[in-house]
């Protein structure tokens, strides 16, 4: 683990990504799962935009309530809500066939993921140095990419084949009970002495202050575009590309099968993993911005555009498709210090801050499917992925107008020359293309 970074984080990224194996289980069979039940694409696509919805919430709640009562109460909180729902929703709400049910209970499950991964950046928040976080945060995105996108993919990609889709979503259960196990004995108790002795009246008003602070901060605003914009397609393409490469619904060509889908969205994730480590060293090296700006940004709008083109150019061609995920996954990853980005643009509300941050990552999981629920049966899968591809332009744009405090950088992103010694070479090169 980066140096700096205390042992008793460990368990808490451990539990991340056990935790998250759970709950990424479904990614890459649910909507085709349930369009095979009976039901339309639109049907599917609005449940994975209701549960977006829920994780908004879910996640701009967590970073004060994290804060107000403990990170690691707050974790287990979310953790056994997500265990009871999804009961709920496997265990009675898809064998009933009550598509009513099965929107309320899948819903509703939104808000548990969000509780316990994002009240642990509160944790990463108050115990890491300011100039390490980007790098902390990069850990935790490996953690989560190694859980909902590596081992929640592949591990499908294996088991569904013997058992089917059904009985896979079952088998996400014994990873969410051991992921809150590992958070029960092994993560530390943080407390905030100064929200401690708050009135309940104070509270609430702080917990609004991680709403209202997008109408004070405007960077903090625009950052909290980027960060829905980041991640569309990480949310979206489990909606519309297990239809679009495995199934004819909708103009899909049925180039590939489900389980090789899940290998190629494994295989992204894999990339996130190194990716995050990656870009977080290098966001604190060479400046969080500007890396966002051109990798994040162009990497990502490039590769969503080319896992539309290719199967429609090069048909079956998994090679080219593993490339693909490795550019979408690489693009992806440069966006890790944005965890980073809110606390330093208001350092003196970390808490409203990364409630802020939080909010916009559950807004993500709520935009994605949202565009390709609206898109979908009118510009099909081409139009989606364009809107996507658009968006990430666009990000680019936006995150012109965003300037963090970025421990060593001045305001524009440009390094610092050490002290004692004169700028010059790379520091003036940086300046630059800045």
Request: net charge positive.
């Amino acid at each position: 683990m980066a140096k700096g970074l205390t042992r008793m984080l460990i368990p808490g990224f451990l539990a991340i990504a056990v935790f998250m194996t759970g709950d990424g289980f479904e990614l890459t069979f649910l909507s085709k799962y349930v369009v095979d039940q009976g039901f339309s694409s639109a049907q599917a696509s609005l449940l994975f935009t209701m549960y977006g919805l829920v994780a908004a919430l879910a996640g701009w709640s967590s970073g004060v309530l994290a804060e107000m009562f403990g990170a690691k109460r707050i974790m287990l909180v979310g953790a056994v809500s997500w265990i009871a729902l999804h009961l709920v929703f496997i265990g009675v709400a898809l064998p009933s066939h009550i598509y009513p049910l099965m929107l309320v209970s899948y819903m509703l499950r939104g808000m548990g993921y969000p509780l316990f991964i994002y009240s642990f950046v509160v944790l990463l928040a108050q115990t890491v140095d300011p100039g390490r976080l980007a790098s902390a945060m990069g850990w935790f995105w490996t953690s989560y990419s190694f859980g909902i996108g590596v081992f929640g993919a592949y591990l499908p990609a294996f088991i569904t084949p013997m058992i089917g889709e059904y009985y896979s979503l079952w088998m996400s259960l014994p990873f969410s009970i051991v992921g809150t196990l590992i958070c029960v004995m092994l993560v530390p108790n943080t407390t905030n002495a100064e929200l401690e002795s708050m009135s309940t009246a104070d509270k609430l008003r702080e917990l609004s202050r991680g709403v209202t602070i997008l109408k004070d901060n405007r960077q903090i605003a625009f950052a909290a575009v980027l960060r829905v914009i980041c991640n569309l397609t990480l949310y979206g393409f489990p909606v519309i590309m297990p239809l679009y490469l495995a199934t004819h619904t909708n103009g899909g060509g049925a180039w590939f099968k489900v389980t090789e889908w899940s290998t190629i969205w494994g295989l992204l994730f894999v990339v996130t993993v190194f990716g995050n480590v990656f870009w977080g060293r290098m966001g604190d090296r060479f400046g969080w911005m500007r890396q966002m700006r051109w990798w994040g940004c162009w990497l990502s709008a490039l590769g969503t555009l080319a896992m539309y083109y290719v199967p429609q150019f090069f048909g079956r061609n998994l090679p080219l498709m593993y490339l693909c995920a490795v550019v979408l996954g690489m693009g992806i990853s440069a966006f890790v210090p944005m965890g980073a980005v809110f606390p330093a643009l208001e350092p003196e509300h970390k808490g409203a801050a990364v409630s802020a941050h939080n909010l916009a990552s559950g807004l993500t999981t709520f935009c994605g499917p949202f565009i390709a629920t609206m898109l979908l049966e009118t510009v099909g899968f081409a139009g989606v992925c364009w809107a996507y591809a658009i968006c990430y332009i666009a990000g680019s744009v936006v995150s012109l107008g965003i300037r963090p405090k970025q421990p060593g950088f001045d305001e524009r992103g440009r390094r610092l020359a050490p002290v004692g010694r004169p700028s010059g070479g790379v520091a003036a090169m940086e300046a630059a293309t800045a």
